[in-house]
Nanobody, 121 residues
Framework: QVQLVESGGGLVQPGGSLKLSCAAS????????VSWHRQVGGNPREWVAS???????AYADAVKGRFAISRDRARNTAFLEVTDVRPEDSGVYYC???????????????WGQGTQVTVSS
């Protein structure tokens, strides 16, 4: 069973930076479209950023210019670099990716378990 695993969260001061990672728990054929989302408490999960299979990226207005989504295609790993963080950026960050486990298999959507980001002085 393949899982999507996020890492890199933690406590960061306002204005600081973190780099979140998202990778499959074992070797897979490819990671296709990837997106990051965040959730604060019981609020709905909100979309933060996306990287399409062709490379196009998109960002929520609240993070544009401060966050950057990228990927290492050779390692089937995606990243979210969060900079100039603000208290309102705190939350659990989730990765959602379409994974193709084998070259002949179909792409399926997976969600990670989330990684906590806390912005506080």
């Amino acid at each position: 069973q393949v899982q999507l695993v996020e890492s890199g969260g933690g406590l960061v001061q306002p204005g600081g930076s973190l780099k979140l990672s998202c990778a499959a728990s074992r070797d897979i054929f490819s990671m296709e479209g990837v997106s990051w989302h965040r959730q604060v408490g019981g609020n709905p999960r909100e979309w933060v950023a996306s990287s399409a299979v062709g490379g196009a990226t998109a960002y929520a207005d609240a993070v544009k210019g401060r966050f950057a989504i990228s990927r290492d295609r050779a390692r089937n790993t995606a990243f979210l670099e969060v900079t100039d963080v603000r208290p309102e950026d705190s939350g659990v960050y989730y990765c959602n990716a379409n994974l193709r486990i084998t070259s002949m298999g179909r792409s399926r959507s997976y969600w990670g378990q989330g990684t906590q980001v806390t912005v506080s002085s």
